[in-house]
């Protein structure tokens, strides 16, 4: 097997700068942070369709070509941008955050969407809420608690031991069937017959 190679130290230009018509990041469009994500009893990325993941960075994607005024201005009522004032959470707010300044950006009507606030440029991603447990509908299942996170593998450890369990009784067998066939086969042992 192969070392893993030692990263080569550069010149102090880490990133190089694009070439013509390459990517160009915009300016002064809204940028993503997750430093301040929390997960809570209902706000959680556990018990999502497959697809939210998918769905999620389709919209950061689509959402970071546009300004924050832009957004909060209702221009895009696809995001249904709007801040939380008159909500009422069903977990406590971040330490520091108060309703007014705490944001929705919807994925979608099915799908629900993400919570967090603006800093400048920057929205800080405080909730995941694909559940909609902020405004729980009974449409989309009311109030509901995120189960506990689940591993990813967990189906395939799942049957590891079940199979584990079944070859060890086989094994057994197995013994049992050879002490049979000894005694068969051992004219001291055989039973009578």
């Known amino acids: ?53 998918s769905d999620l960075f389709e919209m950061l994607k689509e959402v970071s070509k546009h300004k924050v005024n832009e957004l909060i201005s209702g221009r895009f009522r696809k995001y249904r941008v709007h801040n939380h004032e008159n909500a009422n959470p069903p977990s406590d707010l971040p330490q520091g955050v108060e309703l007014k300044d705490f944001y929705q950006i919807r994925l979608s009507t099915a799908k629900g969407g993400i919570h967090g606030v ?28 995120i189960k506990p996170p689940s591993n990813c593998c967990m189906e395939r450890d799942e049957e590891i031991l079940k199979l584990q369990a079944d070859l060890d009784k086989a094994k057994q067998e197995a013994k049992d069937w050879e002490k049979i066939a000894e005694e068969y086969t051992d004219p001291e042992k055989r039973p009578e017959s």
């Open 118 to 145: 603006f800093y400048e440029n920057v929205f800080y991603v405080m909730w995941l809420d694909p559940l909609h447990n902020m405004y729980p509908d009974d449409r989309f299942g009311g109030l509901r608690r």
């Open 1 to 53: 097997m192969g070392r893993i190679p030692k990263a080569k130290k550069t010149s102090s230009d880490i990133i190089p700068e694009p070439k013509v018509g390459e990517f160009h990041p915009s300016e002064g469009t809204i940028k993503f942070s997750f430093e301040a994500l929390e997960r809570t009893e209902y706000f959680n990325l556990d018990m999502t369709c497959p697809s939210w993941p």
